[in-house]
């Protein structure tokens, strides 16, 4: 899964800014923590949900429906890699029957040829695969996978050829910062009509990372003027999306566009949160689709309800003028670098907190990745055998 | 930033590409655009625009559509919709 998806925006539609119960607009299906790549920026928790948790075909086929009646307009099928679910194109065949508009969000290891074609002809509407770098070597190396670079250049063509509409999601960090400009056109060669210039977050196993991952504020500072550069150069031809990199910013970003506003996620095994890094945060009681409606779930859950509106806020966001532009920012980095989800995010500069997210910023190190892996479960070998995601057609 | 007002030939055929789609929702309290990743809420004359642009009609048949449904003068209508179908095909969620 990419590292950008707490902040996909849906900032074109008008919002009211009013405390009242918003209907979602997208849901964020985590089918799988299974993904042969080991990104070390991964945005999954560091306990991933085992296989032997992950719900079947027929209740992500009743959630689908119950987003649907609640308002949700788009899903994103995403994971860990959603190709290694081997009933993908059932799930999404569902999706489409309830109506949502379906984007896959791949690494496009374990999807085969077979597959995209399967799920092109069941009514997938988008496509979004990861690109780690612009060079093969390095973007193998920081997907800790020989050969993915290949594979995914292999499977975008294959989306194109298909005239499915592809985004290329590019994450960015120090390894690769100084090459956005080749990346926007390695997403035009691959016929991409979108590209994500996605700097990392720091949640799940970016976090871990943060020190190997961090940019310089220099490194930064040019990468925001080339992307402007870009969008002038390339307007019309491509999109280009970017998200910031929230260490270095004055405000921090309206998370998710707001918690139990705009959207929800659902992971493997069933457990529904207002973002998905929700789960870092202590003591918030979490609903699973197994016992609970969506709709109940979105309404009457105390997870949802507990920063919600602006009422939780304390100073200095409760009394700040953009408490409904950025809504105190994002609840897991409060609680993450501050230990009180209720502050105010830290990357904004008028939190106490402050001065330690510039102080985290200069920590940077060449040390190795820790890349994102599975926890050993000791298995059976036959139990082992089925773990394994299919192997690419080509 | 390409000239909104740049004129589309007549027999240009505007239609929506794969992975874009109008669509009426309750929920959300009317028409919706669906796009990669983003969602964009539609006036009433946005959806009577775009659910014109099917890949069969010409532009020029469009807005002779427009102009007699709307009895509006064929000019305003002419530069209010090459306006919007410039700025979405900007945004790739028209094919001109």
Not at chain 1, 322 to 351: I, K, M, N, Y
């Amino acid at each position: 899964m990419s590292a950008t998806t707490n902040n996909r925006g849906y900032s074109h539609v008008a919002s009211s800014g009013s405390t009242a119960l918003h209907k979602p607009l997208g849901l964020l299906a985590e089918l799988t923590h299974r993904c042969p790549l080991g990104c070390p920026y991964c945005s999954n928790p560091l306990a991933l949900d085992p296989r032997d948790d992950e719900l079947d075909t027929a209740t992500w086929a009743r959630v689908f429906k119950e987003a649907a009646a609640l308002g949700v307009l788009q899903v994103h099928l995403s994971g860990g890699e959603p190709g290694a679910r081997r009933d993908l194109v059932d799930i999404t065949a569902a999706a489409n029957a309830a109506g949502l508009y379906t984007n896959l969000i791949t690494s496009a290891v374990g999807v085969t040829d077979k597959t995209i074609a399967a799920l092109a002809a069941v009514g997938l509407d988008h496509v979004q695969i990861s690109i780690q770098d612009s060079e093969a070597a390095s973007a193998d190396h920081i997907a800790g996978y020989d050969g993915a670079f290949a594979r995914k250049r292999a499977l975008a063509a294959e989306v194109v050829r298909l005239e499915l509409p592809l985004t290329v999601n590019a994450v960015m960090h120090r390894a690769n910062i100084e090459r956005i400009g080749e990346m926007v056109d390695l997403a035009l060669a691959l016929g991409a009509t979108r590209v994500e210039i996605a700097h990392v977050q720091y949640y799940g196993w970016a976090l871990k990372n943060r020190a190997s991952l961090m940019p310089t504020q220099a490194q930064v500072a040019r990468a925001a003027v080339e992307v402007e550069e870009l969008r002038r150069r390339h307007h019309g031809r491509i999109v280009i999306d970017a998200v910031v990199p929230d260490y270095y910013a004055r405000y921090p970003k309206p998370c998710v566009g707001g918690w139990g506003r705009r959207s929800l996620n659902v992971t493997p095994a069933g457990k529904v949160l207002p973002c998905h890094a929700a789960e870092s945060i202590t003591g918030l009681e979490f609903w699973n689709v197994r016992e609970h409606s969506l709709a109940d779930t979105w309404a009457n859950s105390p997870a949802f309800n507990a920063f919600r509106g602006t009422d939780w806020m304390q100073e200095p966001c409760a009394s700040c003028a953009r408490r409904e532009a950025d809504f105190g920012g994002c609840r897991c980095q409060a609680f993450a670098l501050t230990g009180d989800a209720r502050a105010a995010d830290p990357v904004c500069q008028l939190s106490p907190d402050h001065a330690l997210v510039k102080e985290l910023a200069a920590v940077q190190t060449d040390a190795p990745y820790i890349y994102r892996r599975q926890a050993a479960v000791l298995r059976t070998p036959s139990a082992r055998s089925k773990e394994e995601c299919p192997t690419p057609d080509s | 930033m390409s000239d909104p007002t740049a004129a589309i030939p007549a027999d240009a055929r505007p239609r929506l590409p794969r992975g874009v789609r109008l669509t009426h929702n309750e929920a959300q309290g009317g028409w919706v655009l669906l796009a990669p990743e983003r969602v964009f809420k539609a006036d009433q004359i946005a959806v009577e625009i775009v659910k014109r642009c099917t890949g069969e009609v010409t532009f020029g048949a469009i807005i002779d559509d427009l102009a007699n449904t709307y009895e509006a003068p064929r000019e305003k209508i002419l530069a209010d919709v090459t306006t919007l179908l410039r700025t979405l095909a900007d945004k790739r969620l028209l094919e001109l």
